[in-house]
Nanobody, 121 residues
Framework: QVQLVESGGGLVQAGGSLRLSCVAS????????MSWYRQAPGKQRDFVAV???????NYADSVKGRFTISRDAAKNTVYLQMNVLKPEDTAVYYC???????????????WGQGTQVTVSS
């Protein structure tokens, strides 16, 4: 089994910063891409940022220049540094990881439980 646990969410004023973390644990042979998504109330879950095993990154247009994704492969951890936060960034933030488990050739996408980010105006 594989578990992803996010942390670092909270309440912040507009213009402030937060750093989210997500740790993957369990029967992990290799992690390919790690990503962040977010879901605002009443809306679909949207892509925020992705980082590959080779550290290539990509971002949603709405967060480019403000958010930075990074990872520590040795710790199976992905981070999301969020700066210049806006009220429209308010959402539950989810991390995901494309994981190959020990003893399997399959790559499966796992999800965390989410962490709430609220940005007040």
């Amino acid at each position: 089994q594989v578990q992803l646990v996010e942390s670092g969410g909270g309440l912040v004023q507009a213009g402030g910063s937060l750093r989210l973390s997500c740790v993957a644990s369990g029967s992990i042979a290799r992690i390919n891409t790690m990503s962040w998504y977010r879901q605002a109330p009443g809306k679909q879950r949207d892509f925020v940022a992705v980082i590959t095993s080779g550290a290539t990154t990509n971002y949603a247009d709405s967060v480019k220049g403000r958010f930075t994704i990074s990872r520590d492969a040795a710790k199976n951890t992905v981070y999301l540094q969020m700066n210049v936060l806006k009220p429209e960034d308010t959402a539950v933030y989810y991390c995901s990881a494309d994981v190959q488990r020990w003893g399997s050739f399959q790559v499966v996408k796992y999800w965390g439980q989410g962490t709430q980010v609220t940005v007040s105006s």
